[in-house]
């Protein structure tokens, strides 16, 4: 392609929105243009990057024996109502009307829809299967932000299996997980599986793709001594042991105006953190419900979701923690509550000679014995682990990795097929809902991963797999003949030989095309001017490391096709 005949805007200025390293890039670029809010239209340069990333992901996903398929995008309501989530998808959902009045969504994902398919699948003998699709998913994302990260509209290849048993499904989800870790290699991203929570859909387990990166969302709980590696909403930590205070006996104090863990362990009668209960109240589902950690750690709500199933979870209102507690915030405790569910973190179990609210406003509790004075209901996992803590394997200290999401499988099992009615007769003539996974790629945000992964101060640097160009040539002045020929000569030789190539062809200034080729991000340049032509040479520059090297014109086509296909 000739660069004079291509479409490519680019800027000189970033978006003043633009926080991200990939949003800013991609828009200084001319790879994509906001429409609005979280919605990006894929200019030229765009989406020959997101069609080379989803070309590997089929690939790959064809070589572990996946069928590709292609869905409807909008789903009537039914189905999912069937499937219990039209509920629990919440304002995530895009819902609309139709002109008869019915229901219909914006899918989300597909998990409904492809189980729908499988209830004609009737036999054992046809299992197991892959199928998959790339197709465009809708979230209304109450804060879209960072380009291509966190959108509202996006292409994602979401795949399903189907088996007759677990141990189906454990195969399965072993091919995706290799499938995936081949996939980020042929995309140049340092992807590292974590344990995960499913969240929403379900299911005995999950395993996310995560690309470190300080434009991510979520946060990674790792160790670099064995290789312990779980999203923050699941992992776990070794605490160190405490000795508790000796307080045997259960005895209220005046606390006039001490409302926080802080104050409290300041004060003459008060306890440090370690030694001190905090009880958030939160509904769950409507139900009052009480969380318990210890004073010095943080309650991770995706850890209480997960723990209990609630659809709809969020910490009550002043006036209903009165309403059910009798005392404000920084007066509350759970001994001798009551009629209402009390879940606690294990980190406290066992423990006494604690303080804690008295559930009246300025007073508190001294030498609380969990087992003793509180009637916990359950005890669950429900902490947040902080850097610096033991690793539960090894006991070596944890670091915590701001990371992007680019992936995750899940083990759904059966909760899908059992109510959507996708079942089959086993060998001995009885019938069983099929054992199903589901397992997500997001293709636009794997193609800004590899931005936020791959770029410098002049630009994006792209891998070779997946960059819009393979290679430019740049000529540096169209109006000297020689430099004209020479260059389109090697233009034409490249794209024999099956180089993505781009031909700088534009009457510009020299250096203004060499800005735009580092901005874009071309992997190797070649660069033809009336001095180096004159010597029966031209100049070679990979972008990675912007060494220029000078190549014989005879040789550099070779040179180049070598170097293309080692790395592609």
């Known amino acids: 392609m000739r660069w004079s005949n291509l479409f490519i805007p680019t800027l000189r200025d970033a978006p003043a929105d633009a926080e991200a390293a990939s949003h800013k890039l991609l828009v200084r670029g001319g790879f994509i ?50 499937s219990g989530r039209w ?40 299992l197991p299967q892959i199928w998959y699709q790339i197709q465009t998913k809708f979230r209304d994302e109450p ?29 399965n989800f072993a091919r995706h997980h290799d499938a995936y870790v081949r996939i980020f290699q042929r995309l ?60 045997p006996e259960l005895a209220r104090f005046p606390t006039p105006g001490i409302r926080t863990i802080a104050t409290l362990a300041k004060v003459e009668g008060g306890a440090g953190a370690i030694h001190q209960i905090k009880t958030m109240v939160m509904i769950l589902d409507g139900e009052v419900t009480l969380a318990l950690v210890r004073g010095d750690h ?22 209903e923690t009165l309403e059910h507690l009798g005392a404000h915030p920084g007066s509350l405790g759970a001994v001798g509550v009551e009629k209402l ?43 947040e682990v902080t850097a610096g803590e033991a690793c539960p394997r090894c006991g070596a200290p944890l670091e915590i990795v701001r990371c992007i999401e680019a992936g995750h499988i899940f083990k759904l099992g059966t909760s899908y097929s059992a109510v959507l009615g996708a079942e089959v007769l086993d060998p001995d003539g009885e019938t069983r809902p099929l054992v199903m996974g589901s397992y997500g790629i ?91 032509v004159a010597d029966g040479e031209v100049e070679f520059t990979p972008r990675a490391s912007g060494d220029t090297t000078r190549v014989g014109i005879d040789s550099i086509v070779e040179q180049l096709v070598a170097i293309v296909n080692e790395q592609d």
């Not at 999950?206 to 979520?218: K, W």
């Open 298 to 319: 943080q309650l991770n709500l995706q850890k209480l979701q997960d723990h209990t199933g609630a659809i709809d979870i969020r910490p009550a209102t002043p006036d």
């Open 442 to 532: 997001g293709i636009g945000r794997a193609m800004a991963a590899a931005a936020e992964t791959h770029h410098d101060d002049n630009g994006l640097v792209w891998p070779v797999s997946i960059a819009p160009y393979e290679a430019v040539v740049t000529i540096v002045s169209m109006k000297d003949e020689a430099s004209v020929s020479a260059g389109e000569a090697i233009y034409a030789e490249l794209r024999s030989r099956g180089i993505d190539v781009l031909l700088d062809d534009r009457d510009a200034r020299a250096g203004v095309k060499f800005a735009d080729a580092e901005l874009i991000g071309v992997p190797y340049r070649v660069t033809v001017g009336p001095r180096t």
């Open 33 to 82: 243009r906001q429409l609005h809010a979280g919605h990006y239209s894929l200019l030229p340069l765009g989406l020959r990057v997101h069609q080379k990333v989803a070309d590997i992901v089929r690939a790959e996903m064809d070589a572990i024996g996946a069928q590709e398929f292609l869905l409807p995008a909008m789903h009537p309501a039914s189905i999912w109502q069937k």
């Open 143 to 171: 804060r879209p932000k960072s380009g291509l990260l966190r959108v509202r509209e996006f292409a994602m290849k979401d795949s399903y299996s189907f088996d007759i048993d677990e141990a189906g499904l454990d195969a």
């Open 341 to 383: 569910r009390i879940i606690a973190d294990l980190a406290l179990e066992g423990r006494s000679g604690l303080a804690t609210g008295a559930n009246e406003d300025d007073w508190h509790w001294t030498g609380v014995d969990v087992a003793r004075d509180i009637g916990v209901t359950e005890w669950a996992d429900l902490r």
């Open 188 to 247: 140049s991203l340092p992807a590292m599986p974590v344990e995960a929570s499913s969240g929403a859909m379900g299911g005995s387990g999950s395993t996310e793709f995560m690309v470190p990166s300080p434009a991510g969302e979520d946060d990674v709980v790792r160790c670099g001594a064995c290789g312990y590696a779980a999203n923050v909403e699941r992992a776990t930590s070794q605490l160190t042991p405490v000795d508790d205070r000796d307080i």
């Open 87 to 126: 509920e629990v998808m919440g304002d995530e959902m895009f819902r609309l009307v139709d002109r008869k009045g019915a229901d219909t969504a914006l899918g989300m994902t597909h998990e409904e829809i492809f189980t729908d398919l499988a209830t004609e699948i009737t036999s054992y003998k046809s």
